[in-house]
């Protein structure tokens, strides 16, 4: 199974600050890395996809970056509504694994 | 409008066997590249993927757990079912069930409201 493993595992931040989240792939995902947002109670949203993809109707503050097995998420600057938990999931080969989330709190 | 919707029991007992049943509409499951999948999350914890149907009934399951789960689809119904066997007190979680389409770049663009299923005697 590929092994996906987010940093941090949580975040402190305040409104207007520029985060980055980290995932790595134990092995080549090639694109193949989605991020997911999800907030207490709710099933998770789809954010990006193919590693760098827009998913419709997702703000523009946030983009990702990577291929291989290194990828980023970026939230160019924290709104509150974005305080949540974040997931990176790899679909280049089943299992499709997810990350252990990594949790962004306000500062 | 794509809509996916979980329904099960709330409680199971250790040993029983918990069948899941996912009930979707707005798309369907035998057009290439539409799957279901299944995913739980425990209280407080992060997310586990379990296992997935295709459109052409290939299934995929969680090494963990591959012993435990069946996936089974009805196209007709628009229903997938998904059994875990031996359940124990560490299975209870959140399951979600949601579409996946595997035409290009595979991701999750749909979820269930998730269905929440303790495990206890």
């Known amino acids: 199974d590929i092994q996906m493993t987010q940093s941090p595992s949580s975040l402190s931040a305040s409104v207007g600050d520029r985060v980055t989240i980290t995932c790595r792939a134990s092995?080549?995902?090639?694109?193949?890395l989605n991020w997911y947002q999800q907030k207490p109670g709710k099933a998770p949203k789809l954010l990006i996809y193919a590693a760098s993809s827009f998913h419709s109707g997702v703000p523009s503050r946030f983009s990702g970056s990577g291929s291989g097995t290194d990828f980023t998420l970026t939230i160019s600057s924290l709104q509150p509504e974005d305080f949540a938990t974040y997931y990176c999931?790899?679909?280049?080969?089943?299992?499709?694994?997810f990350g252990q989330g990594t949790k962004l709190e306000i500062k | 409008q794509v809509t996916l919707r979980e329904s099960g029991p709330a409680l199971v007992k250790p040993t029983q066997t918990l069948t899941l049943t996912c009930t979707f509409s707005g798309f369907s499951l035998s057009t290439n590249g539409m799957c279901v999948t299944w995913i739980r999350q425990p209280p407080g914890k992060a997310l586990e993927w379990l296992a997935r149907i295709d459109w052409d009934d290939d299934k995929s399951y969680s090494t963990s757990l591959k012993t435990r789960l069946t996936i089974s689809k009805d196209t007709s119904k628009n229903q997938v079912v998904l059994t875990m066997t031996n359940m124990d007190p560490v299975d209870t979680a959140t399951y979600f069930c949601?579409?996946?389409?595997?035409?290009?770049?595979?991701?999750?663009?749909?979820w269930g409201q998730g269905t929440l299923v303790t495990v206890s005697s």
């Open positions: 999931q790899q679909t280049y080969s089943s299992p499709d694994t």
């Open positions: 949601a579409r996946i389409y595997r035409g290009g770049w595979n991701y999750i663009d749909y």
């Open positions: 092995q080549s995902i090639s694109s193949y």
